[in-house]
């Protein structure tokens, strides 16, 4: 197979979906390109989970899934991250994922439409319904939109420069905060070692400096 950067692109889909396999959960052939469905455990423990009445909501990937955001982020939150789920996947949920009238609202996504070659245009799509679908469940909620953070491959790393720049005109044209987690992470083209544990999953080291990113985002008046 043909190389990219220091890994091959096999390795690469191997590792990202470390986290879904850790849970449990067996997808579709990386070869095959195609975004999985959400893992029905996980989503049947969302579902059964009562409405939220305050308090921040995540929305987001394995990235999100397998951290205690409460624990991390020292206060309540709502995780609704689902391991190796697109913005597909999230659209089609959002009335399970977005049950209860949460303060704010912060999205994690698109590395995994990047990993299952969710192209361009379908993810700019499904990224302005989300927003747009949030807005209509949860008109007084504030909504974040975060940078897809780097990875240890810096040719993959173009695709997601090019996804956040999407992002970032998604937010501008809603009016919503883009958070950049994105270059704080960098060590040249790539993610800093330090923030990883397989080249895309965050260590402890890349979650404390998520945190240090969000914290001014969870005051009493924001920046935008």
Request: hydrophobic share 45%; glycine share 8%; charged share 20%.
């Amino acid at each position: 197979m043909r190389k990219i950067g220091t890994i091959s692109l096999s390795v690469l889909y191997a590792l990202f979906l470390l986290g879904s396999i850790h849970h449990g959960t067996a997808f579709a052939s990386a070869a095959s390109k195609s975004a999985p469905k959400p893992p029905a455990v996980r989503m049947a423990a969302l579902s059964a989970l009562p409405p939220i009445e305050k308090g921040a909501l995540f929305l987001g990937d394995s990235i999100t899934a397998v951290q205690d955001l409460s624990d991390l982020l020292g206060m309540p939150v709502h995780n609704r991250g689902v391991s190796a789920i697109t913005t597909g996947g999230v659209l089609d949920h959002l009335d399970t994922l977005l049950k209860g009238t949460p303060d704010r609202v912060f999205i994690l996504l698109g590395i995994n439409d990047i990993m299952f070659s969710v192209g361009r245009h379908h993810f700019t799509e499904n990224y302005r319904s989300i927003i747009e679908k949030v807005r209509q469940l949860l008109p007084g909620s504030r909504i974040f939109a975060i940078s897809i953070m780097p990875t240890n491959n810096a040719v993959f790393n173009t695709s997601v420069l090019v996804y956040n720049e999407v992002i970032k005109d998604i937010a501008a044209r809603a009016r919503i905060t883009y958070i950049d987690v994105h270059s704080r992470m960098l060590k040249g083209a790539s993610v800093d070692p330090e923030y990883v544990t397989d080249g895309i999953h965050l260590s402890r080291a890349g979650y404390i400096l998520w945190k240090n990113v969000l914290d001014r985002y969870f005051l009493d008046d924001p920046p935008q």
